[in-house]
Nanobody, 122 residues
Framework: QVQLVESGGGLVQAGGSLRLSCGASGYRFSLYGVGWFRQAPGKEREFVAA????????DYADSVKGRFTIDRDNAKKTVYLQMNALKPEDTAIYYC???????????????WGQGTQVTVSS
């Protein structure tokens, strides 16, 4: 059974940092790219960052470039999202998802986690 489990969310003040983790099981982790998406109340789910299966290629939404970093440890079957200089507008539920490629589009992802809440106070 495929599982993606996010952790590391929480409440942080503006300017602070959080590190999200996405643990995977039940599929060939090293063959899949992983993306992070987020969804704020009343808004559509949006792309945040993605990393290729090898970890060589990464992609970021313009809104997080220079502040967020995605990386992965294939031995641990885990992908991380380091979030620095957080802003109130980063408040959302953050989801990780797995895809055979690296894509900013939700339709290209096969497996999804349940999400972790990130709240940034001003």
């Amino acid at each position: 059974q495929v599982q993606l489990v996010e952790s590391g969310g929480g409440l942080v003040q503006a300017g602070g940092s959080l590190r999200l983790s996405c643990g995977a099981s039940g599929y060939r982790f090293s063959l899949y790219g992983v993306g992070w998406f987020r969804q704020a109340p009343g808004k559509e789910r949006e792309f945040v960052a993605a990393i290729s299966s090898s970890g060589i290629s990464t992609d970021y939404a313009d809104s997080v470039k220079g502040r967020f970093t995605i990386d992965r440890d294939n031995a641990k079957k885990t992908v991380y999202l380091q979030m620095n200089a957080l802003k109130p507008e980063d408040t959302a539920i953050y989801y990780c998802a797995a895809s055979r490629g690296t894509s900013p589009y939700t339709r290209d992802y096969d497996y999804w986690g349940q999400g972790t809440q990130v709240t940034v106070s001003s």
